[in-house]
């Protein structure tokens, strides 16, 4: 049997009281993505606006919800106006992938598409969320006219667009007789919306289930 050296305890010893430590990887740490540093500051800004309004929200306020630093944000978002049109334009991005999913297959009638186009629109605009957004363009429009312009501008006029064109694209195929799409569709959204969102605004309608 080998007998242990004085030499050799004396190492065992010192490695038990003192075990390595694991080592670090090479290279630099694993850092996020540009449109994940965009869709955290996305989302920090719609709930600092929704909380504050938009003309006492600060970026030093909506770049630490984020947990990035304002020159980060400054980066990616010259003005507060241009984070706020992107707040608008991921809402409506999400209602255009919402409509999309659920409303266009190729073998539901014109009549069918359109009543489901027009429900999910409602849904959408109707809901908690999207009337917080309501609310603040509303209080804050006097005081910063380009807060309405970017809520239009990114949504309910690109959601009119969208519904413009499918009005069009029927009326060239003979599915739908629309001479006008444009005015078709202005009052296809007040139909739908404009009464109930009225009410839901100066709160004389709970939200839709």
Known sequence: MDTETAEQAKE????AAHPALPRRPRGRPCLIGESERRELLIGAAEKVFVESGYATA????????ARMSKKTLYRLFATKESLFGAVIAERRNALKELIEA?????????????????????????ARRQSALYRLVIAESQRAPELACAFYREGPSKARHALTQWLEAQHE???LIVPDADSAAGMLFSMV????QMRLLIGDMREPE
Do not use: T, Y
């Open 102 to 126: 659920e409303c266009c297959g190729d073998d539901l009638a014109p009549a069918e598409i359109l009543r489901k186009f027009l429900g999910q629109v409602a849904r959408f605009v109707l």
């Open 12 to 15: 065992r010893d010192a490695a």
């Open 173 to 175: 195929n003979n599915a």
């Open 58 to 65: 600060s970026v030093d306020d909506i770049a630490k919800r």
């Open 193 to 196: 919306i404009g009464e109930p």
